[in-house]
């Protein structure tokens, strides 16, 4: 549905975005995570045919961003802030957005009811919306970038400013809208783009490090696993048989509150090491008070990826 | 063009909703009624010469000041991107603003038709004088307009929108001003190029195919530039 080949953008000699490849298949929806000016809103404003690109090509649903009004045509986009017009009232607002995308009068109010309900607006249809808060702005801005019902929906950072509870909804609503229609979103935050995307993708200065699941992100990441455990008593003997058995795990023991507390570090995430560790407690007569294991984390994906980790 | 109307339409709104508009179309024709009437007391004639000479001054500072925000606003507030990313064409879009711009003016010319009306009603009027000097008028503020548009797509903010017309009308002003200076080769090239002259050959109640011409290619011309401007920023 979307597609990007060699996709490069230049700001002087600086690359924004640079060799972009990817596709997003119909029916998904694909999350665009990268720290700060990574080049997220650059990709979006590029598909949307808003920024020309340096070099490469893109297509929306086989349509080259070259025929940009049939691209637009298909495309909802909501801008980065949601920018819409202040000196308007949220109805006048729509309706023109709706003109403007080609919606005759009969059809036009029955999207924007629709928009209004979906969108939870109804209490502020007719107000300006440079009264409105940040939130109900944001919800305007994603209301008028479905108005027209693309297939295709293109989302930059659809959350920021929501409160915790509206984020929810927002979430809810992309994931259903996700069961009809092609959405890529960007954002900075994980945890949004975990819950609400089937595949992702992460961007750093331009140049795009990884795209999959989470789960498959997570396996790729090199970043150790890590089992907490903590003993009643001191537990050598214990450590020193699991140690036996896999000679490339590491154990420390962990400067925290409780005594006998360790952390072990081990490259191999299918490595049996908490059933080799129970057994090995039994067989000594030593009690594990507490066990914890730690996978790798989208997070830890991200910092390692993105440069943050160095 | 019906997007075109779209956008003109939503213009209107805005200006019936938002003060500015208001102030400008009182502040305007207070200015207006108080140049009509100084001179028409002194005189004592049934005449609109005077009123008529004046009026590209009064255009000069009000209409740059009622595009100034057309396309810098759009910009500064984020939602030309929301604008170039509809299906529309460039051209729609600096086309919508022109004719919102235009309408206001019209409106606000058409008010002023309250003068010539009411001295036809106690005198002798020239009619076909003033209806020529209403189209010299109309095509002048269409040149403006579009000049004022073309400072609006230069920047984001309004009032170095409103600085930069400003500053573009006074230069076609003081060209027009500074005509006699010059040499009559160089004065019939220039006139080629000052609206200004063409309006004042117009108000004696000639219509020439050449003064028509002149100020709507100038029109023509500061709306294609406007048009560049947006489409440099924007894919075609």
Redesign the interface.
Known sequence: MIKADQLCRKFGEIYAVQDLSFHVRKGEVMGLLGPNGAGKSTTM?ML?????PSSGEASIDSVP?QD???V??K?G?L???A??????DVL?HLK??G????LTDATLLDRISEMERLCGLTQVMHR?IDELSKGFRQRVGLA?SMLHDPDCLIFDEPTTGLDPNQIVEIRHLIRRLGEKKTVLLSSHLLPEVEAVCDRMMIIDQGILQVIGTSEELARQAQGESVLYVRFKESAEQVLNLVAEAFPDIEVKARDTNHPHSYAIYHSDADLPLAEKLFYSAVASDAVILEMQPEKATLEDVFRELTGAAQ | MNIALTICWKEWRVALDTPLGYVVAVAFLLAAGFFFGSNLFLAGQADMRGYFSIMPLLLMFFIPAMTMRMLSDEQRSGTFELLATMPVRTRDIVAGKFLAVMAQVSALLALTLFYPASLALIGNLDGGQVAAAYLALFLLAACYVSVSLYASALTSHAVVAYVIGFGLLFGLFIIMQAMPTFSPATQDFLAVFTPLAHYHFMLRGVIGLDDIGTLLSVTVLFLTLTWFQLERRRWR
Do not use: W
């Open positions: 404003k949307t045919c808003f920024l020309p961003l940009s009004i049939a637009r045509r495309l986009y801008p980065e802030n920018p819409s017009y202040a000196d308007l006048s023109f957005v003109t403007m995308h080609g300006r008028a």
